[in-house]
Structure formats: C-alpha cells, structure tokens
C-alpha cells in the first residue's frame, strides 16, 4: 500500500508540472495557487504536498531538467570513463537538447519579467545543482595530483560551469539557427575555452571562441 501511495504521490506532483508548464502557455501565469487549482480542478492541499509556492514550483521544473538530463547519462555505461571536459561537453549538448524540447515553455518563463535578473531568480537551485556537477569534474581532475599549486580552485570551477551555462543559455535563446547548430558550436568552443583556462593553455581557444561570437554578433 505504501508503495502504490509514493507512485500516486510522484504521478500526483508529475501532473502539476505538466499542467502548469501548459498553462503558462495558453493562458499566462497564474496569479495564485488559488486561481490555477481551480481552474484545473486541483485541490489546493495537493499542490501544496509538492511546492510550497508558484515560484517554488517553477523553480522546481528547472531542477527536474537538471535531474532528468543526470539519470540519462547514468544510463549510459561509458558516461563513467570520460575526462571531465567530455563529461561537461556530453551534458551540455544533453541540457540543451531537453531545453529544445521544452522551448516555448523556457522562453516564456525566462522573458515573463521585463527585469531580466528577476527571471533568472527560477534557476536558484539549477546552480546548486550546477556547480555541484562543476566541483565533482573538478574531483575527478585533481584525483592523484600530490602538490596543491597542480590542483584546479573547486570553488572558481565550478562557478566557471555556472557561468559558461548562462552564456550559453542566453546564445541559446536568441539562436534561430535550423536545429539550434551554432549553440552547438558555441557550447563545443566554450567547453573547451574553460578546460583550457585552467589548464594553463587558453589562448588559441579564447581566440577561436571570441572570433566565433564576434562573427555572431555583426551577424545578428
């Protein structure tokens, strides 16, 4: 019984997401948890089961991306055995292909507010979840290093992950190339720009990767 409660319990939370991640959509956002579970016949207490807010709820799908893109590559058997810079270049492209696939949902909710900072306030916990990822390929590189000066900074790593995704993120929603194959380029440059940094070897990349942006922006 417990069991076919949890199921029921994930099925229940999975339904609120997608309905609202619909609503939005078709009809903007909601104006209180009040207003969208009348309007979809949801109970008030069930909602407030999963998220504790509308902008919790928000917050959550974002994670829930992050999460789903994680247990895909756990699947894959080789995911394990890659270096770090094919780990982050393997998520990336991952990301962004979950992103695509939920575009008109990301683009509305990250262009709601005119103030673009209060629209990135929804992707507070996606950079836990981020620069947690960013510290664990840093793990990996410093494994069996003895002295401390061969060692990459965790803490400006995994900030570094964090920042590189907004960049992308925001080359990723102006795109409008066919299938998205600039922020392809754009994430295999940037990808490789970062490792290079901290590997003591930047300049011919940062010099490819501020080329490519340039060509984008008089392009644009």
């Known amino acids: ?9 994930k099925d229940t939370r999975s339904e609120i997401i997608s309905t609202y991640m619909e609503h939005v959509l078709l009809e903007g ?6 207003s969208f579970c009348k309007h979809h016949k949801l109970e008030e207490a069930e909602f407030y089961q999963h998220f504790g807010s509308i902008e919790s709820l928000k917050k959550t799908i974002w994670v829930d991306f992050y999460l789903h893109v994680e247990n895909l590559l756990l699947k894959n058997e080789e995911f394990s055995t890659y270096t770090s810079r094919e780990k982050l270049l393997t998520f990336q492209f991952t990301f962004f292909e979950m992103l695509t696939a939920n575009r008109s949902y ?87 720009t970062v490792f290079d ?16 942006l340039w060509k984008e922006k008089i392009m644009s």
């Open 106 to 192: 990301v683009l509305f909710v990250l262009n709601e507010d005119k103030h673009a900072l209060k629209n990135l306030q929804q992707l507070s916990k996606l950079r836990s979840k981020m620069k947690d990822f960013g510290a664990e390929l840093v793990a990996q590189d410093n494994e069996g290093k003895q002295m401390k000066i061969t060692k990459k900074p965790v803490a400006i790593v995994s900030e570094a992950v964090w920042v590189q995704f907004l960049f992308l993120l925001k080359f990723w929603l102006d795109d409008e190339s066919a299938g998205f194959e600039k922020t392809d380029v754009a994430i295999e440059k940037s990808v490789n």
């Open 29 to 34: 956002n909601p104006k209180s948890v009040f």
């Open 197 to 212: 940094v901290f590997d003591n070897t930047p300049l011919e990349n940062i010099i490819d990767l501020g080329k490519f």
């Open 1 to 9: 019984m417990v069991a076919k409660k949890n199921s029921t319990t």
